[in-house]
């Protein structure tokens, strides 16, 4: 069955672009041109994404994202105006997982809904491996459990609900401790070769990442590497358990 992609855009025009590219790259295409409609399909269809404008008449794109969020981890690409980089620090923060500024071209638009895809739809069972191989796919370190198969991350105990993209960079970089990733590694892991995106949107996700996973002043997991990028710092981690 086709991936069903939800455009919440208020531009006719707009909508009947990517319509025509998307269903040509094989996903089924639904369109809302407001918020309320938009937010009323997401809770019907269950999209495995959303296409969300930010400049929509009434409710605007963040609130539409801010309320998604609340009661999924769908993935979302914001679309946003030329120049408008509050914008796509505020859509990131707020947890869309990408964004495309606004002219775009369509088929770049293509590119990014494969790659937010191709790592978002990924699953897998435990296969033959058991309990044993489970364990062995669970990280834990001081306070934090991150647990891969089934996608979820305890803080201190607690379930922490981060965002596709949150917890693919946490996952990445939790793997290797100590590693130290540049910008353009994370962004060709996490999103693909094919991706055509800046490095700046590594940073938007790090610090939302921090601020959900960082809840003890004095535990710090991952490190900014002056100038390079960022790593796991198994040394930070241990800090707040002394």
Known sequence: MAQKILI????????????????????????????????????????????????????????????IRSWSSTPILILTARG???????????????????????????????????????????????????????????????DLPARRVEVDGREVALTPTEFDLLALLARSPDRVFTREMLMNKVWGYDYLGDGHIIDVHISALRKKIETNAERRYIKTVWRVGYKFDAAGALKGTR
């Open 8 to 67: 919440i855009e208020d531009e006719e025009g707009i909508i009947h672009l990517l319509n025509l590219y998307l269903k040509d790259a094989g996903y089924s295409v639904i369109a809302a041109h407001d918020a309320a409609d938009g937010l009323a399909l997401h809770a019907r269809e269950k999209p495995d994404l959303v296409i969300l404008d930010i400049m929509l008449p009434g409710l605007d794109g963040f609130e539409v994202c801010r309320r």
């Open 84 to 146: 408008d980089e509050d914008d796509r620090i505020r859509g990131l923060d707020l947890g869309a997982d990408d964004y495309l500024v606004k002219p775009f071209s369509p088929r770049e638009l293509v590119s990014r809904v494969r790659a937010i895809l191709r790592r978002t739809s990924g699953g897998g069972g435990e296969g033959s491996g058991g309990q044993e191989k489970r364990e062995s796919e669970v990280l834990r370190f001081p306070g934090l459990v991150i």
